[in-house]
Structure formats: structure tokens, C-alpha cells
């Protein structure tokens, strides 16, 4: 395919900020790609005021566990170990459906890629664990990329847990953990914060220019599918490249 347009839309002035940058990440990526950044018109908070109750939008309070891959958030309160301040998530293909109103029909060719980039903790229910996990990206049209699932989606390192969970034994506060992890994740004020999610908006695009595949095994690869944050923030800050094959597949459609 051709890709000769990618729509990049802001939900908040949080989002708007990070998008200038990122935008400037992928202009010099894609350089003959026509970028741009629009204010998304859809308020995704008014989908959380009780009007839309088909059993699709949740009022949860939110706890995140290990299990040695993506962070995942229970339903239950019987696995607050990990406990976070209470908040409101979403199911990301409900909200990927609504949003995909917002595309104008004269904009929906396949070289058309339309990215939202959101606020707002989008989560998918996964059948296996009955658990929900948060996702960082719901890749289609549009796709869909949460920064609070950057930041709560990939795992946080063991031991980070492990003394959160035992801070009252080791005479610690969260704060002290916190301290003594720092670098290690992605924060919300964190700089990092761009490339990250640069990283997240390039799997958005090869989703279309690899049929339908946004992820690649090489390690490191900025298409790497990080269940990680150490992961995450190696292949997207530390050693941003594509692998060979995505190079390749960049110059034969991307540009
Ligand atoms: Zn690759």
C-alpha cells in the first residue's frame, strides 16, 4: 500500500503537547508522509457519565498484579495487593468503534491512518484469566493509543512489586519504592514519555503496511511487543531502531 496521510488526534491538552512532539518524531521517519494533529471532538469522559450502559464501560477500582507479562486489572478485590487510586477504564474495541465516527468518509481510504491518542485507561477482556489488562495500543481504524495503559500496561520490574507488597514487613513507604525504582518506568511527567509513545504510533502504522501485523519478534525492534517496561523503554528510547525487515518494508511502502 501507499501510505500518503497519517491523522494524528489529541483528546486533551496533556495529549496535545506530546502529539507535537511525536509528530516531529514521525515526519522525520516518514518525511513525505502529510502529518497532522486535530483536536478529537469526541470527549471520551461523557462516554463514562452512566448513559452508555451496555455492559461495555466500567467503573472499577483498579488493581495491577505481575504475571510475568502485561500488568493486568481485576475485577475482584481480593487481589488488591497492588492497589491504585480508583478510576475509570474502558473496553478499548467499544471505544475504537466509537471513535470510528469521527472518520470522514472522504478520509477512509487505506492511505488514509487515523491514530487517537487518549487519557483515558482503555483496557481488553481476556477470556483465558477473566481478567481485564490494560492496552497501551488497539491497533485498526482508528487505532487507539492510551497513555495511562503506557504507563500501567507493561510490567513494572519483579522486585518493585515484591517490596510493595511486603513494605509493611520491610518497615518502607511507597514513596521510599518509588525512589528506589525511579528510571526504571515511565512516568506520567516523563520525558521518555515521547519516544514511547512514538514507538506505540509506528505500530499503528505498520499495522497497515504489514497486513494487519503491528508487531515483530526481533529484539530490539521498535515493533517489539513490550510486556515489559524495561523492554518497553530499551526498544523505544535506549536502542530505537527497526529490525532489517521493517526497514525494508518502510522504504518499499512508507514513503
Ligand atoms: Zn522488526
Redesign the pocket.
Known amino acids: 500500500m501507499n501510505l500518503s496521510y497519517v491523522h494524528l488526534y489529541s483528546s486533551s491538552l496533556m495529549t496535545s503537547f506530546l502529539l507535537k512532539e511525536v509528530s516531529a518524531n514521525l515526519h522525520e521517519l516518514l518525511p513525505l508522509v502529510d502529518l497532522d494533529i486535530r483536536p478529537l471532538t469526541f470527549d471520551s469522559k461523557n462516554l463514562l457519565d452512566g448513559t452508555h450502559k451496555d455492559g461495555a464501560i466500567n467503573h472499577a477500582s483498579c488493581t495491577i498484579g505481575t504475571d510475568g507479562g502485561n500488568s493486568n486489572l481485576g475485577e475482584s478485590k481480593d487481589s488488591s495487593k497492588y492497589s491504585c487510586p480508583k478510576r475509570a477504564i474502558i473496553d478499548g474495541f467499544y471505544l475504537q468503534r466509537i471513535y470510528s465516527r469521527i472518520i470522514d468518509k472522504k478520509e477512509s481510504q487505506l492511505n488514509h491512518i487515523h491514530i487517537v491518542f487518549d487519557d483515558i485507561l482503555v483496557c481488553t477482556y481476556d477470556e483465558n484469566d477473566k481478567r481485564y489488562h490494560a492496552r497501551p495500543i488497539i491497533c485498526g481504524s482508528p487505532s487507539v493509543i492510551s497513555i495511562p495503559s503506557i504507563i500501567e500496561g507493561p510490567a513494572k520490574p519483579k522486585g518493585y512489586y515484591f517490596k510493595q507488597m511486603m513494605k509493611d514487613l520491610l518497615c518502607i513507604s511507597s514513596k521510599e519504592i518509588e525512589n528506589e525504582f525511579a528510571g526504571t518506568f515511565v512516568t506520567y511527567d516523563d520525558p521518555r514519555l515521547v519516544q514511547v509513545t512514538t514507538g506505540y504510533a509506528i505500530q499503528a502504522i505498520f499495522f497497515f503496511l504489514n497486513n494487519g501485523n503491528p508487531f515483530?519478534s526481533?529484539y530490539p525492534?521498535r515493533?517489539f511487543n513490550s510486556h515489559w517496561q524495561e523492554e518497553l523503554i530499551y526498544t523505544q528510547v535506549i536502542n530505537p531502531v527497526?529490525?532489517k525487515?521493517?526497514l525494508r518494508l518502510l522504504a518499499q511502502d512508507g514513503n
Open positions: 515483530c526481533q525492534c515493533l527497526l529490525c525487515e521493517h
